[in-house]
C-alpha cells in the first residue's frame, strides 16, 4: 500500500476514522533525519498490509502537530481507534518505527 498524504483536511477520516492501525510520520522537507527515514517508511507501508501508513508535512499542519505535541521531527505516532497509543523521535531503524504499531 502507498504511503497516504496526510492533509489537515483528510487527517480525521484516514488517520482518526481508519479500521487500521495507522503509523502517521510527521516530517518537514528541510529536515535531513527526515529524508533518511522515507526509504524505511517506504518500505514498511509495503510490507505491512494490516497497517495504514502516513505522513504529514509539519510546515503545512501547524495545527495537527501542535495537537500532538510535536516539538522535533521525525517523530512517528501509532493511532489506534482514533487515538495516539505509541510515539518515538527521531531517525530509527525499522524494527523500531515497527513496534510502534504491533
Known sequence: MAVVKLTAENF????LKSDKTVLVDFYADWCGPCKMMT??????SNEETEIKVGKIN???NIEIAQKYKVM???MFIAFKNG???ANTLGAQPKEAILKLVK
Not at 526509504?39 to 514498511?44: F, G, R, T, Y
Open 12 to 15: 480525521e477520516q484516514e488517520v
Open 39 to 44: 526509504p524505511v517508511i517506504e518500505q514498511i
Open 58 to 60: 509539519i510546515d503545512e
Open 72 to 74: 522535533s521531527i521525525p
Open 83 to 85: 487515538e495516539a497509543v
